[in-house]
């Protein structure tokens, strides 16, 4: 049995699977948030393999966060919260008492909204100049969840609300009559505003509660694929400029040049790195490293060790980015978790959560359909343009151009019959259905007799087979039977009889099958009887 496992004196065949060795970034005090790490190689060994950055860490985002919107959708819905803002301000019958209120709650709620539309739209625009290769304003755009402007609207709804409290008592004194009717319908608006206007606020309060919480967990986990990618300071990778990429509810920490060959995925790439220095408090086009992302205080610490560190720290004491703004982003969300607490103990707990809040996710690009669209312009832009007005095909049926070596190939219209299928059109549109089609049908008729006798004249003994595919009598047959000799008075059936048995055996003669249907048209006064039905020639 000891020989199996190895003897205990002796050196041990088994691998060893977990090492006692400590990185000196792992703190004592927290297991934190990523265990990945419990079991894995040691910093040292992983380091010394290859090249940097073989492997990408990742983090997986929760469901809520992964549900945003473009800016466009995003902004549409902020258009949508200011129209209905604006209706409520314009509801008749208000009164004086608390006119100045919703007014001031009008301005409060409009001034938040247009001010959380700027910055993404700045942000946005930042974000766009940096993926299309122009230097962006160095400006950095970094989110505040500040719940001022919620404040000010819920004490103007509290002074709306002493209003309804106030008519709601003076309704009840009122005895059963039109007066009582007229107040209860008084009543009845004043509420049903009240109602809109706490609505609007408190999905004000749950939108930047859930900017707040994706921006936290964006952070938190920013900070753990910082401290898994921690080998790559000793392996070569400290100085490559990276990137956040979003995809399909995952963070990936990559670097920032993208091996992709096509151009779409290269203007994404710009996007996420864009993306990463405006979380980390830097302009859109500045290269963010490695080494950046450790000096800003990420990577080296579990966040919540982080954010106890700075919590704990004296006045003047230095702390690093990392740790002032998780705790700035902690003082917003104790006080949006307070407000969400003291609101769910009023009316207005019963309209948290009652409308859908999407936040902007600058991973949707909006010009994605428009560059898509612009491709295909571009691509329209160099092929030929089709005419509208031709309904006829390329191909025409029953309509052929001989070849110099006698075979038939089906004629194409040229550059002047699409140009004039278009005057055709409309004139027959005109005169038209009908009488505007027999003309064009009689013109065809004379092409195919004009190219049997072209055909017949340069190759001769080949005339059956061209009346055969035309389907058609060709012009010369036509005046061939027309001049034949006749020698000696004969009735009328025996001339008739003779000529069909004359052009039969001309057929026959020349080596062509004798046609056994004939299509006769309506519209050619001039064409011979149909021939006789006949059987095909048989051979010997």
Not at 15 to 20: S, T
Not at 395 to 416: C, H, M
Not at 445 to 450: G, K, P
Not at 468 to 484: D, K, S, Y
Request: one cysteine or more; hydrophobic letters at 35%.
């Amino acid at each position: 049995m000891g020989t199996l496992f190895g003897g205990i004196g002796g050196a041990s065949s088994a691998p060893v699977l977990i090492r006692g060795t400590r990185s000196p970034c792992d703190c004592a005090q927290s297991f934190g948030s990523d265990f990945a790490r419990l079991g894995a190689l040691p910093a040292g060994s992983v380091g010394a393999c290859g090249k940097p950055w073989q492997t990408y860490p990742s983090r997986r985002q929760s469901a809520e966060d992964a549900k945003g919107l473009s800016f466009g959708q995003w902004q549409a819905q902020r258009a949508r919260d200011q129209c209905a803002a604006d209706d409520l301000r314009d509801t008749p019958l208000i009164p004086g008492q608390i006119a100045q209120r919703v007014d001031a709650w009008h301005a409060s709620f409009q001034d938040a909204v247009v001010h959380d539309v700027v910055f993404e739209d700045r942000r946005t625009e930042a974000m766009r100049q940096a993926r299309y290769g122009v230097p962006p304003a160095e400006t950095p755009y970094v989110r505040t969840f500040g719940n001022e402007a919620v404040l000010d609207q819920l004490e103007a709804i509290a002074h709306v609300n002493d209003e309804i409290e106030r008519v709601q008592a003076a309704v009840s004194k009122l005895a059963k009559g039109p007066a009582r009717a007229m107040g209860q319908r008084n009543l009845d608006d004043l509420t049903s505003m009240r109602d809109a206007m706490l609505s609007l606020t408190t999905g004000l309060h749950t939108r930047k509660f859930q900017e707040l919480r994706v921006e936290l967990n964006m952070l938190i986990a920013l900070n753990d694929m910082a401290r898994e990618a921690r080998q790559e300071l000793t392996n070569g990778g400290a100085g490559t400029p990276l990137r956040l990429k979003v995809r399909g509810g995952k963070l990936v920490l990559k670097p920032a040049t993208s091996k992709s060959r096509f151009q779409k995925n290269q203007i994404r790439a710009r996007n996420d790195a864009a993306r990463l220095a405006l979380l980390l408090g830097e302009s859109a086009g500045t290269p963010i490293t490695l080494s950046d992302i450790h000096a800003k205080g990420l990577g080296q610490y579990e966040y919540s060790t982080v954010l106890s560190s700075a919590r704990t720290a004296m006045s003047g004491q230095h702390t690093s980015w990392l740790g002032a703004r998780a705790l700035d982003i902690d003082t917003c969300k104790r006080a949006s978790r307070a407000l969400q607490s003291d609101l769910e103990q009023t009316h207005g707990g019963k309209l948290l959560g009652a409308l859908p809040v999407h936040t902007h996710d600058d991973s949707l690009l909006d010009e994605v359909d428009a560059g898509a669209d612009s491709c295909d312009d571009v691509a329209a832009g160099t092929m030929p343009t089709p005419d509208v007005g031709a309904a006829a095909p390329a191909v025409i049926l029953g309509t052929f151009d001989v070849q110099e070596d006698g075979t038939l190939v089906p004629e194409r219209k040229t550059r002047s019959s699409i140009a004039s299928t278009p005057a055709k059109t409309s004139r027959a549109d005109a005169a038209g259905g009908v009488s505007a089609a027999r003309p064009r049908k009689r013109a065809a008729s004379q092409r195919r007799h004009r190219l049997a006798d072209e055909f017949i004249a340069a190759h001769s003994g080949r005339a059956g087979r061209l009346s055969i595919i035309l389907e058609r009598p060709t012009f010369v047959e036509r005046q061939h039977e027309a001049a034949a000799p006749q020698r000696g008075p004969v009735s009328a059936d025996a001339s008739d009889a003779t000529r069909a048995q004359t052009s039969e055996e001309r057929w026959l003669r020349q080596g062509a099958r004798p046609k056994t249907h004939r299509v006769s048209s309506s519209d050619d006064e001039g064409s011979p009887p149909p021939l006789p039905r006949t059987q095909p020639p048989h051979s010997g």
